[in-house]
């Protein structure tokens, strides 16, 4: 399944200008792959390989960035999931169209697994004969027999002990940061690049649409009283920092004058709605209390994208809505799990906070759960409940006033 031409901008004025070289070893991409590498001849399509979320893609997008300056002529596909094409829509990116992958064992988590469904999907990708094949999907033990099977001139990726060959492979070491592991791996392609961040911007009609769902609650981003977000959720149970906790924060930045909305899917909608709850029960008025609103799965992305642009902050777990907030340019507050922040945490510390949990055993059995590989005990207690609301209060704030 393939969306509609995406609106791309192959020079775009909104994308940030290529930044100096940065001597930090990190962002030494050719020494980091063994050689320089040059750019592939001939190259006039490139089929970019990343599923999962919604923050999956945006620490992607550096890399595909990066691919995308250095064949300036080349389409890029994405394959990927609907989310992507959702807030991909109407939103210039270099990205010309967003192949939706099928449900299938390490791609695309989900019900109604079927082989047939991979290859066809393969089949009909190795159609439109792509120049550059990449990878940006795990270690390769499913997705680089995916790109492999394009049969594109060329193909590059990560490569985890035991996965297939790509034409050139970075080793796929689990705990690394996921922004740093595509530009790697782009850089097999002669795309090298030192600039890590995305800056997206909203649309005026994702403007509009947050503006009119504000004004139903009486919220109004424009006066003196900073909008704040907070996000309770997370995929995974255990990288949820307690409602208590957030509820504790929200009381605290309605005090301090703030105007607090907590936002979630509608999946989300009863640990939203436990976070408001908790929190209005803490404030001493009703009129404190209309300053504290829940819009669990109110909005679609696009709106998503337009509330958080108005805000002053966002204070979240590890989860999309905090790395779209980061990609527009938003300050966050943040709760991380130890291993998490390794690979997916906020690289810089100017505009974004994170309050790190170091427990790596489960807090209801003990088993260890940290490192590559190692096996999961099931249980889904919050790994991150000892991150203190003081601190994310205090990170908050700060953010606020700098």
């Known amino acids: 399944m393939s969306t509609p031409e995406l609106p791309t901008a192959r020079h775009p004025a909104t994308q940030p200008a290529p930044q100096a070289a940065v001597p930090d070893e990190i962002f030494n991409l050719a020494s980091s792959t063994g050689s320089a590498h040059e750019p592939f001849p001939d190259v006039e399509s490139i089929a970019v390989l990343r599923g999962g979320g919604i923050g999956d893609l945006i620490m992607?997008?550096?890399?595909?960035?990066?691919?995308?300056?250095?064949?300036?002529?080349?389409?890029?596909?994405?394959?990927?999931?609907?989310?992507?094409?959702?807030?991909?829509?109407?939103?210039n990116s270099c990205i010309s169209r967003v192949e939706i992958l099928p449900v299938a064992e390490g791609i695309r988590p989900g019900h109604g697994v079927d082989p047939a469904g991979l290859n066809g999907f393969v089949?009909?990708?190795?159609k439109k004969q792509f120049g550059l094949g990449v990878q940006l999907h795990g270690g390769g033990r499913f997705s680089n027999p995916l790109v492999a099977g394009l049969q594109a001139a060329h193909t590059v990726?990560?490569?985890?002990?035991?996965?297939?060959?790509?034409?050139?492979?970075?080793?796929?070491?689990?705990?690394q940061h996921e922004v740093l592991r595509a530009l790697e791996v782009a850089a097999l392609a002669g795309a090298c690049s030192t600039e890590h961040r995305l800056q997206w911007q909203a649309t005026e009609p994702e403007l509009l649409q947050a503006r009119a769902l504000l004004a139903t609650f009486s919220l109004d981003p424009s006066r003196e009283r900073p909008l704040v977000l907070l996000h309770p959720g997370a995929k995974d149970?255990?990288?949820?920092?307690?409602?208590?906790?957030?509820?504790?924060?929200?009381?605290?930045?309605?005090?301090?004058?703030c105007q607090l909305?907590?936002?979630?899917?509608?999946?989300?909608?009863?640990?939203?709605?436990?976070?408001?709850?908790?929190?209005?029960a803490l404030l001493p008025s009703r009129n404190a209390h209309r300053q504290l609103v829940s819009l669990a799965?109110?909005?679609?992305?696009?709106?998503l994208c337009g509330m958080l642009a108005l805000s002053s902050a966002l204070v979240a777990n590890d989860s999309g809505p905090r790395h779209v907030a980061q990609a527009l340019g938003v300050p966050t507050a943040s709760i991380y799990w130890a291993p998490n922040a390794v690979n997916a945490g906020p690289l810089l510390r100017g505009r974004h906070r994170m309050q790190i949990a170091w427990d790596t055993a489960c807090p209801e059995c003990g088993a260890a759960t940290a490192g590559q590989a190692v096996p999961e005990c099931g249980h889904e207690s919050s790994?991150?409940?000892?991150?203190?609301?003081?601190?994310?209060?205090?990170?908050?704030?700060?953010?606020l006033r700098s």
């Open 60 to 91: 992607a997008m550096p890399a595909i960035n990066a691919l995308a300056q250095t064949y300036p002529h080349a389409d890029v596909t994405l394959l990927g999931m609907p989310s992507h094409a959702a807030i991909l829509r109407n939103r």
């Open 123 to 126: 089949q009909a990708m190795r």
């Open 157 to 175: 990726g990560s490569r985890a002990d035991g996965a297939g060959p790509l034409d050139r492979t970075l080793y796929h070491q689990y705990f």
């Open 237 to 257: 149970p255990r990288r949820r920092w307690p409602t208590a906790s957030f509820a504790t924060v929200a009381a605290e930045l309605v005090e301090e004058g």
């Open 261 to 280: 909305v907590v936002v979630g899917e509608k999946d989300e909608w009863s640990i939203v709605q436990e976070v408001v709850d908790r929190g209005q």
């Open 297 to 303: 799965g109110a909005m679609d992305l696009g709106t």
């Open 383 to 399: 790994f991150v409940a000892g991150v203190a609301a003081d601190a994310v209060l205090a990170d908050t704030l700060e953010l």
